[in-house]
């Protein structure tokens, strides 16, 4: 049934910070790594090694160079984009045999693989480019915000989170019900000024984008506080360095 | 958009034979006898090699019967149910016709089914918000137009066909200037994709891949673009004016031959256009 659902219980989805993302695509490999390794179904790659390399990715990071309107120096902001998991999804309803679905209790977009014919339409229909069709199986992948680990109670607790939330290095990557105003990442969100892409496609998506910080006014007010790592030398280190120093 | 040539196929040589099959539905070409037969086999010949055509696009052809699923969400499906009651209908009122039975009132049905499976065709296209130039009503309009014309020249209703020829040539001219529009005040910009716009201008910086992937390939198509002019003037050409000269000539079986393949290669031709110039709110992410 490709219907969407009327409403669902939750509205799982992530809360990426541009702010803090740094650009470094460990998201994208945990990403691969966690449903190629681990998942029923690995995302192929062709000509790995060749010269042409392609393949299949269920989260990719572009960089942008921001120029203010005021004509201030340039920034570099690093996008990283998946499915956002939308309300409207129009993937979904475009869906000739039902492989593409939305699940009632968390919103979750999936894709039954075993009834996917490859039509690409889905793709077609996503603003975002979140669909791909995997270059070996012929079928459509899209990130399930890892349901096999959120939904896999052999795992320990703190691994129940997607991939590429628990490797990310700097925690620009939250997870969480977007759907209860009290969550964690609810909070965030509204903390911060979160944001959706492509609003103006009504595809009503879930994942929300904190903007980046601006670097004149929001100083950081921790960085005072924080302990020098290191005053000099000290050891034998510190005497050769004293010794050193008297020889002129 | 990727130009698939299973989908200019398709969408050309499916068009064509529902055309076709409509009109003589309709009980205006001839259905009985040596002539009538030839016309059949055609327009069933051409309705089932583009179908067939389009689960080449497929990734897992072998799986297509299930496409018939979801016909209550889906235009995909609707299409395939249409086509399917469209060719049954048909191959009935074809029995029947060949066998010198009256049978006008299966013909319209079938007919109403042929142009409405063209419609849906169409439909899977103008359905999709991401590619403007596609979203509208116009791109069932072109789809109809075409698949009418192609009926009536292929029948060799001459004056008809030259009439539909000029008509659908000065539509498809204002749907490609009108989609030119579209696609220009597309709200979807790099700013809005990116959620940047308030901070400045955004440009590209370093693309996610080096090489290619899916998405550029089948949505990041910029080759049409360069020469959009030419092949639109070329396609005016070839589709239209050349068999509308073809049909001037004193009217021959070998006259309407040429000037319908004439018409069905630069229908091919528009139809290319039709994919490699439709612009994928997607690509926004990347140029």
């Known amino acids: 049934m490709t219907d969407l659902p009327q409403a669902t219980g939750k509205r799982l989805g992530l809360v990426i910070d541009l702010d803090t993302c740094v650009g470094c695509h460990a998201c994208v490999i945990a990403c691969k790594a966690w449903n190629t390794e681990e998942g029923q179904s690995p995302l192929a790659d062709m000509d790995a090694h060749g010269a042409h390399p392609s393949g299949a990715f269920l989260n990719r990071v572009h960089s942008y160079e921001v120029t203010p309107h005021d004509g201030t120096a340039p920034r570099i902001v690093h996008v990283p984009k998946s499915c956002l998991h939308c309300t409207d999804a129009p993937c979904v309803t475009v869906c000739p045999t039902g492989a593409s679905w939305k699940r009632a209790e968390d919103g979750i977009v999936l894709v039954n693989e075993a009834e996917c014919i490859g039509c690409g339409l889905c793709a077609w229909a996503c603003p975002y480019g979140a669909r791909e069709q995997d270059p070996a199986q012929k079928v459509m992948k899209k990130c399930t915000l890892c349901v096999d680990r959120i939904d896999n109670p052999a795992l320990p607790e703190i691994d129940r989170i997607p991939a590429c939330v628990r490797t990310c290095p700097t925690g620009a990557r939250h997870f969480g019900d977007l759907g209860d105003p009290d969550s964690a990442v609810s909070r965030l969100v509204a903390e911060r000024g979160g944001m959706a892409l492509m609003p103006e496609q009504d595809t009503g998506p879930v994942n929300r984008y904190l903007p980046p910080r601006d670097k004149e006014t929001e100083l950081d007010i921790l960085a005072p506080l924080l302990t020098p790592v290191t005053e000099g030398p000290k050891g034998f280190l510190g005497w050769l360095d004293r010794a050193l120093e008297k020889l002129g | ?287």
């Open chain 2, 1 to 287: 958009m990727h130009p698939a040539a299973s989908l200019i196929a398709f969408t050309t040589l499916s068009g064509a034979g529902f055309g076709l099959l409509a009109f003589m539905g309709l009980g205006l070409g001839v259905s009985r006898g040596w002539a009538g037969a030839g016309l059949f086999a055609l327009g069933f010949g051409l309705a089932l090699t583009g179908l067939a055509a389009s689960t080449a696009h497929l990734g897992r052809p072998e799986r297509a019967i299930k496409a018939f699923r979801e016909w209550r969400s889906s235009w995909l499906s609707r299409e395939a149910w249409l086509a399917l009651a469209a060719l049954g209908t048909l191959t009935l009122f074809a029995a029947l016709r060949l066998a010198n039975l009256p049978a006008l009132p299966v013909g319209i049905l079938g007919a109403a089914l042929a142009l409405f499976t063209v419609a849906a065709t169409a439909m899977i296209y103008a359905q999709l918000r991401t590619v403007p130039r596609w979203h509208h009503w116009s791109t069932p309009a072109i789809f109809l137009a075409h698949a009418v014309t192609a009926g009536t020249v292929l029948t060799g209703f001459r004056w008809p066909a030259i009439v539909l020829l000029m008509a659908t040539a000065l539509a498809q001219f204002v749907a490609w200037k009108t989609g030119d529009a579209r696609a220009a005040a597309s709200p979807t910009t790099r700013e809005s994709a990116t959620g940047l716009g308030p901070i400045g201008h955004v440009r590209p910086f370093e693309p996610p891949h080096t090489g290619n992937s899916y998405l550029t390939k089948e949505m990041v198509f910029v080759i049409g673009r360069k020469h959009a002019v030419k092949l639109r003037a070329l396609a005016l050409a070839l589709a239209y004016l050349a068999p509308v000269g073809v049909l001037l000539i004193p009217p021959h079986i070998v006259a309407v031959a040429f000037a319908a393949a004439l018409h069905l290669a630069g229908t091919a031709l528009t139809r290319w256009l039709f994919f490699a110039e439709a612009e994928h709110v997607l690509a926004r992410y990347y140029r």
